[in-house]
């Protein structure tokens, strides 16, 4: 790899921007796909974006046949990451779930009873307000954000930032009846129908699950199903 490309690829990562290396196999040409632009000697077409979106969804390189020739695509994903908010039964088999499949995963709960390192063993714990833990955090593409407290002086303003973030997935605990109050309450802070469909509520896959085990088990396949079925990254679109 050029000096040039490997200073933007590092300066990506800084930035937990996602990028994808793409290599012309018999020429050695290279590019790289971040940040909205293309940069290098390949030049790259919509196939190659598209299959660049693809491995990134997959957090897997691949060879590609594109413009007559093999192209290695090697993704370079900043690291998953997970917020809970509240320390409660569900999160505790949520976050080490989510530390098993892959998440850097941290819980936020101001209330010290609950916050405890003891309920959760080898997982950040953080005894902040919820909007002040995630403007610390500073969620990204490649973060989840699940609320459980039911309690909207911790869920919303939880909610509020990270419909303001890039956050890949944001669900939210309650039946429906309790979302539609959340979404009114959301609602009259500003936020619209555009914002509303980013929360995934009641959270979780619909499979009847009913003890914190089986919800935590529905949430954690939205999240996955959201994470690999995401629409194509803004890293790996078209050269400006």
């Not at 012309?24 to 974006?49: D, F, H, K």
């Not at 093999?70 to 949520?94: C, E, K, S, T, Y």
């Not at 003890?211 to 999240?223: G, L, N, R, T, Y």
Request: proline share 7%; charged share 20%.
């Amino acid at each position: 790899m050029k000096r040039d490309l490997l200073d933007r690829l590092l300066a990506a990562k800084a930035a937990k921007q996602p990028a994808v290396l793409a290599t012309r196999l018999n020429t050695g040409e290279q590019s790289l796909l971040t940040g909205g632009a293309a940069t290098g000697e390949l030049a790259v077409s919509p196939s190659i974006q598209s299959s660049a979106n693809d491995t990134l969804r997959a957090d897997k390189g691949r060879t590609v046949e594109a413009d007559g020739g093999d192209i290695f695509l090697q993704p370079f994903n900043p690291p998953l990451r997970m917020a809970i908010i509240g320390a409660v039964h569900i999160a505790q088999v949520l976050a080490p779930m989510s530390d098993l499949t892959g998440y850097d995963v941290t819980v936020i709960d101001p209330r010290h009873g609950f916050a405890s390192p003891d309920r959760f063993p080898h997982i950040s714990v953080v005894d902040d307000w919820p909007d002040e833990a995630l403007d610390a955090l500073a969620p990204d593409s490649r973060t989840a954000i699940v609320t459980l407290t039911h309690d909207p002086k911790l869920d919303d303003p939880a909610l509020e930032r990270a419909l303001r973030s890039d956050a890949f997935y944001i669900g939210s605990l309650g039946s429906k009846k309790t979302h539609a109050a959340r979404l009114e309450r959301l609602s009259r802070a500003g936020f619209g129908d555009a914002d509303f469909a980013r929360i995934h509520g009641p959270v979780g896959l619909a499979i009847g699950a009913r003890s914190p085990a089986e919800i935590a088990v529905s949430i954690m396949a939205q999240v996955t199903q959201a994470l690999r079925e995401a629409p194509a990254l803004a890293a790996t679109a078209a050269a400006a």
